[in-house]
């Protein structure tokens, strides 16, 4: 079983900052890919940063040179920091990680339950 768990999430008036962590617990052997996704209200889940093993990333168009992602292997913790805030940055974001539970098994995608980001104009 594996848990992933997001915190950071809340109100914020336009052009400000918040940081989203994530932190994965539970039968991990290693932990592939992470990202951020979100979702506003009628819209469908999007994209919004990858990170791998490694440190490369990947970021929507929407997002780039305002976010960043980030990653701390030890801790098993996606980070976004979030600058420069918009209204339409209003979504539930959620935490996804490609995790391998055991050193034979498959990597399976696991999601977060989401923390809410409102940006208000």
């Known amino acids: 079983q594996v848990q992933l768990v997001e915190s950071g999430g809340g109100l914020v008036q336009a052009g400000g900052s918040l940081r989203l962590s994530c932190a994965a617990s539970?039968?991990?052997?290693?932990?592939?890919?992470m990202g951020w996704y979100r979702q506003a209200p009628g819209q469908k889940r999007e994209l919004v940063a990858t990170?791998?093993?490694?440190?490369?990333?990947n970021y929507a168009d929407s997002v780039k040179g305002r976010f960043t992602i980030s990653r701390d292997n030890a801790k098993n913790t996606v980070y976004l920091q979030m600058n420069s805030l918009k209204p339409e940055d209003t979504a539930v974001y959620y935490c996804?990680?490609?995790?391998?539970?055991?050193?034979?098994?498959?990597?399976?995608?696991?999601w977060g339950q989401g923390t809410q980001v409102t940006v208000s104009s």
């Open positions: 990170i791998t093993t490694g440190g490369s990333t």
């Open positions: 539970g039968s991990i052997f290693s932990i592939k890919a």
């Open positions: 996804n990680a490609a995790v391998q539970p055991l050193a034979i098994s498959t990597v399976y995608p696991y």
